[in-house]
């Protein structure tokens, strides 16, 4: 593939007010006018590069939003104060009462309950459908469908989906494909193979410190002025608008983006190889015994690896949280959700990220109570890493 998502963030060069290296930070809730008229204008949506109220548009959202549209290679970027506040937004601008979604089954717990429990309260309708079955896709699919949604590498079960004939499928029905690319910053472009829109959760990766929360949806021009309208826009309306401090700093650490996937990537893969040889029942989607290994190598970006998100199957859930403590215990990360920090983070789905999602489905989807998701930190020296995890797991007759 050529598109290259760093080159593209790289050839950005914003200045500072003052000549800073940096982009100033816009201070200010709101903007002054010289003329009334251009106030007016402005609410019209016609004043190009006037500022109006921060819930709007701020100098600083806008500066990472531009990065972010280059990162994805999309027109434009609207950043928001979380991923759900992305997620909600896209959906709830997408889909008015009637419409029907089609999501994949095995999505963020977060993203199943507000389709499932709360949209569902608006009148919108969602089939949970296997996204790695494009028959079961089609199937799901009526005349009220407007959106067809899916995590490009899924939470928690690491399931990649096929981007390329899913963009095939909501072009001939006209729908609207979205795609959480939360878990695979720079490794997959989905834009690139015709997703209409794409969202993150700027939380995970792309800040890569778990300092704070934020979110981002990348689209055309067209969609991304639509949904912050002062008059019909579901982010300006709905209000989960990211601070400019925290659109600073994320910007900032958007910056080693690549240098960070490359190392959480080349450790996973590591740790991944290593478990699967002694064993343990080892997802990830770098090893070939990945039932979508291949469907991956066509779409991903080579550069960036596999990604940094790894499972295990420890057998109970009992065992799973002993070793969780275990490993908490001798500094090998946090037993903690969330994903892209500098140290390793594991938690157990099930009880924790998707314990929305009722039990029975948890069986169907294949997400076992032993489950134990790792994002993969940026250890310098994974091999000393892996000793000691194996230890880990030793001890507690894992292994
Ligand atoms: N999408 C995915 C794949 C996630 O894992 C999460 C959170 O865990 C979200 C979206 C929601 O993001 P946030 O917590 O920033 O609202």
Do not use: W
């Amino acid at each position: 593939m050529n598109f290259k998502p760093a080159d593209q963030i790289q050839d950005l060069q914003y200045f500072g007010e003052f000549g800073g290296v940096n982009p100033s930070i816009s201070d200010s809730s709101t903007y002054t006018f010289l003329s009334a008229k251009t106030m007016f204008d402005t609410f019209e949506g016609n004043a190009d590069g006037c500022y109006l109220y921060s819930r709007h548009s701020s100098p600083s959202n806008l500066y990472l939003g531009k990065a972010l549209a280059a990162m994805e290679g999309t027109e434009a970027a609207h950043v928001t104060a979380s991923g759900m506040g992305a997620i909600t937004a896209t959906l709830m601008q997408l889909c008015k009462f009637g419409d029907h979604v089609v999501c994949s089954r095995t999505i963020y717990g977060g993203t199943y309950a507000l389709l499932k429990n709360f949209t569902s309260g608006f009148g919108i309708k969602t089939s949970f459908i296997n996204i790695l079955d494009i028959n079961a896709v089609e199937a799901a699919i009526t005349v009220k469908t407007k959106v067809l949604y899916c995590e490009s590498i899924s939470n928690p079960l690491l399931e990649v989906a096929d981007i390329k004939a899913l963009a095939e499928l909501a072009k001939k029905h006209k729908l609207k494909l979205v795609i959480d690319n939360t878990f695979s910053p720079l490794s997959i472009s989905p834009a690139v193979f015709g997703a209409d829109i794409i969202i993150h959760s700027l939380t995970k990766f792309i800040n890569g410190s778990s300092d704070t929360l934020g979110g981002v949806i990348c689209g055309s021009q067209e969609f991304i002025d639509a949904i912050r309208d002062v008059n019909t826009g579901a982010a300006m309306l709905l209000g989960s608008t990211l601070d400019s401090v925290r659109a600073s700093s994320i910007l900032k650490n958007l910056r080693t983006l690549h240098i960070r996937m490359q190392k959480h990537s080349s450790n996973a893969y590591f740790l991944a190889t290593e478990f699967q040889k002694r064993g343990i029942i080892t997802v990830y989607p770098g090893l070939q015994t990945h039932p979508s290994h291949d469907v991956l190598n066509g779409i991903m970006n080579k550069e960036y690896g596999y990604g940094g998100m790894l499972t295990i199957d420890v057998g109970s859930l009992e065992k799973a949280n002993n070793l969780m403590e275990l490993m908490q215990d001798k500094n090998l990360g946090y037993l903690a959700v969330s994903l892209g920090f500098y140290k390793t983070l594991f938690s157990a789905p099930g009880t924790s990220t998707s314990s929305e999602i009722p039990e029975q489905e948890q069986t169907d989807m294949g997400l076992s109570p032993g489950l134990i998701r790792f994002s993969i930190g940026l250890d310098a020296n994974v091999e000393r890493t892996c000793s000691i995890m194996l230890r880990c797991m030793q001890e507690l007759e894992i292994i």
